[in-house]
């Protein structure tokens, strides 16, 4: 058995590949002529992580017995416990693999002598190249399918918390595909700054093969603070800021080499003259190739420090990339900007921003540049930033940009578009801060939009516009709408309604760019029934009138069940523990719920909920219909089935402490009893168990799920003056909560 180092960085990992050579050359002492064994992948190339599986060719020319050889080699290593992908083959065979198999053909371009006959070693290496070398423009087109279809699987590199440093877009697995576009000479893909960011996440991916102690390649968050102790980093974030940051260069790179070969396969575009075709695009700019370059005059002449945004706003408009000899002529010679920046500049920023789909792609290849830098000093700080919330799918630079993309598709709704797409660039520039970033995010926000030679009125609608980013999605779903108190208190908050449809429109945006979680139809009705309540208020100075309650719940027999889609209502005779009876029976049905309304009309209890199924098919709706009338019927049976479902479903000690936070003058007849806590199936049972046993009220309550935690408002009747009360429905609810 061999014994590997779990030594970090690239000598420890010659020295890895170097016992291993050493191994493999013992378990066959005499080697017959005409056959070698040749190494690939991470052993080909001398970069043997510490749980390295092996990747090996019995490489032979049709000699006698080699199957016999084959097995005297590879039954040890498997004995070993060592992960093998290995093949037997003539070189004819080989080549030909690779020609029909795009991977195979790259994995070939590592190929390196082990043992046995070198000469054989050194045709099928030569052969190998030089078939790449012609077939590569057309290889290239099939493994590109292949290289999307994996980071569709894997995502990106640098936005994940939990990526695979191996197979994530940006990941070690696309190095290679930059190494094959170099050894095909198609571009020079491998720059120094690749070859570094290279270095580095194999130091990482040795890192965590040391921590964990096995082949794994996935960075998962329990392993971030020893790999970053392995590697002489501060702490977890900071290896997901480098990490971050190395993806991104691996893959824009990657990105130039797709380009490149692309330009290749169809062909320059040349003039009558000879000479590359030059189309003007802008001011100062001229597409060649495909590209956007510099227009002569404009090297010729002093530049402007307007220029590197409008050449940054050309392609993003165009769609087209810049070029990388331009991205580095206007990092080096492209004076900085004044403050306040003059007008062109600040017109380049709101077309960058506004510009659709060619925003990401240009904001991160200026950004690879240092452009970005030199526009916004605070960009630094941002930059990579994880934010650890699982409903976050980017890092935090990327969550702005995208909020400006995402911007652009209510910019027809608002009377100032620049003014939301600046807004949604800068809501989030308090994150990483201490404070609430919302507080500290609106000065920064103000600051920034004084610089880039805002008046002073739009400087004071974009702080307000940071400030209160946060204010329709928060009110909306943890607040009664119907409560005169919430809707005054927004309007008040807005000031006019100007800024109400900015906010509307950023709200949309900040929870599109944030992830598929942060966003659904039905928080996207509560905003927008918010945003018409408020508006009405703010345009004719009165209140709307609350919602009156569907006819057929007031009249008719009792009980009354009605379910439709994504609501369930219930009316029952008025009593204690109708809301409890009701939510425990929709946990019951796995059906997770969004809001909870309660109330009494005519001596009768009315509760009416919105749900949805929190996994699987919905629920057969005969039988919910069925437990429903039982339940709030006071059916022992039920009760007992439901609490021993919700009390099995309690969450465990590994999440946080359950939290209640009150809000006494944020409703005309109640107070608000806020629970922040971990989500799980039951929850909004036990709780409202525990306040109906506690003698509490519920007249409305709102569900608002963050990921795995939630932020449940309930509406306790009365006043709530007297602390002793208030303190033990606190405990009721705590303990109701997993305390």
């Given amino acids: 058995m061999i014994e590997v180092n779990d030594k970090v960085g690239a000598a420890a990992r010659v020295e890895r590949a170097a016992a291993l050579d050493m191994w493999l050359r013992s378990l066959v002492p005499t080697w017959p002529p005409g056959v070698a064994l040749v190494a690939f992948g991470g052993l080909g190339r001398l970069q043997c992580a510490p749980r390295s599986d092996l990747d090996l060719i019995l490489l032979h020319t049709g000699v006698p017995g080699i199957d016999e050889l084959a097995a005297s080699l590879w039954y040890p290593i498997w004995d070993s416990r060592i992960g093998l992908d290995h093949s037997v083959r003539t070189i004819p065979e080989a080549l030909s693999v690779a020609h029909d198999d795009v991977k195979v053909a790259l994995s070939l371009l590592d190929a390196r002598h082990v043992s046995g006959d070198r000469e054989l070693t050194r045709q099928l290496v030569e052969a190998a190249a030089e078939q790449w070398r012609r077939t590569a423009v057309r290889q290239l087109v099939r493994l590109r399918e292949i290289t999307l279809a994996r980071w569709k699987a894997h995502g990106e590199l640098a936005f994940l918390l939990e990526g695979d440093l191996k197979e994530a877009a940006g990941g070690l697995r696309d190095v290679g595909i930059l190494r094959a576009i170099a050894q095909g000479g198609l571009a020079d893909t491998m720059r120094p700054a690749v070859r570094a960011a290279h270095l580095r996440l194999l130091d990482t991916r040795d890192a965590l093969h040391a921590s964990v102690g096995r082949r794994v390649d996935r960075l998962v968050a329990q392993e971030r603070a020893s790999v970053a102790r392995m590697l002489g980093l501060d702490d977890g974030d900071a290896l997901l800021r480098r990490v971050a940051s190395d993806a991104r260069t691996i893959t824009h790179a990657l990105d130039d080499g797709w380009r490149m070969a692309d330009r290749l396969r169809s062909g320059r575009r040349r003039g009558a003259d000879g000479k590359p075709q030059r189309r003007p695009v802008a001011r100062d700019v001229v597409e060649q190739d495909g590209e956007l370059v510099l227009a002569r005059a404009a090297i010729g002449a002093r530049p402007d420090p307007s220029l590197s945004l409008r050449v940054a706003a050309a392609a993003a408009v165009t769609q087209l990339p810049i070029a990388r000899a331009t991205c580095e002529w206007l990092a080096a010679y492209c004076p900085p900007l004044p403050a306040p920046w003059p007008s062109e500049a600040r017109d380049a920023l709101v077309t960058l921003l506004g510009a659709g789909l060619g925003l990401v792609p240009t904001w991160e290849t200026c950004d690879r540049y240092g452009l970005v830098d030199a526009w916004l000093p605070e960009w630094t700080r941002m930059r990579s930033l994880p934010q650890h919330n699982p409903v976050h799918r980017f890092t935090l630079d990327r969550h702005l940009v995208q909020a400006a993309y995402e911007a652009t598709a209510f910019t027809r709704e608002v009377g100032r578009p620049d003014l939301l797409l600046l807004g949604a660039f ?236 009150w809000h006494r003058e944020a409703a005309t007849d109640a107070a608000i009893l806020e629970l922040r806590a971990a989500d799980a199936p039951g929850l909004l049972y036990r709780v409202t168990s525990a306040l109906d046993e506690a003698g509490a009220q519920v007249r409305a309550a709102r569900i608002s799920t963050l990921g795995t935690d939630v932020v449940d408002a309930f509406y306790l009747v009365g006043a709530w003056a007297d602390d002793t009360e208030r303190e033990k429905v606190e405990a009721a609810v705590l303990t109701a909560a997993g305390t």
């Fill in 426 to 661: 800068l809501h989030d520039v308090g994150k990483g801060l201490p404070g609430d970033h919302s507080v500290v995010g609106a000065p920064i926000a103000a600051a920034v939009a004084q610089r880039i030679g805002l008046p002073p009125q739009d400087v004071a609608v974009i702080e307000k516009l940071v400030h209160l980013h946060l204010l329709l999605p928060d009110v909306a779903t943890r607040r009664d709408l119907a409560d005169p108190v919430t809707i005054r208190g927004v309007a008040d908050a807005v000031g006019d309604t100007t800024t109400l449809s900015l906010l509307h429109g950023l709200a949309r945006a900040d929870a599109q760019a944030t992830g598929p979680a942060a966003w659904s139809d039905w928080k996207g009705r509560l905003i927008a029934d918010l945003v018409r309540r408020v508006h009405i208020a703010l345009d004719t100075g009165a209140l709307p009138a609350p919602p009156r309650p569907d006819p057929a719940l007031v009249t008719g027999p009792l009980p009354v069940v009605h379910l439709d889609g994504g609501s369930v209502a219930v009316a029952a005779a008025d009593r204690r523990g109708l809301l409890a009876a009701v939510a425990g029976c929709l946990a019951l049905h796995r059906l997770e719920v969004l809001t909870a309304d309660a109330s009494t009309v005519d001596g009768r209890s009315l509760v009416e909920f919105r749900v949805r199924p929190r996994y699987g098919t919905p629920p057969d709706s005969l039988a919910l219909a069925s437990d429903l009338r039982r339940a709030v019927s006071g059916d022992v049976s039920v009760t007992q089935r439901l609490r021993g479902r919700a009390l099995a479903a309690r969450p465990g000690a590994a999440h946080a402490a359950p939290r209640v936070v």
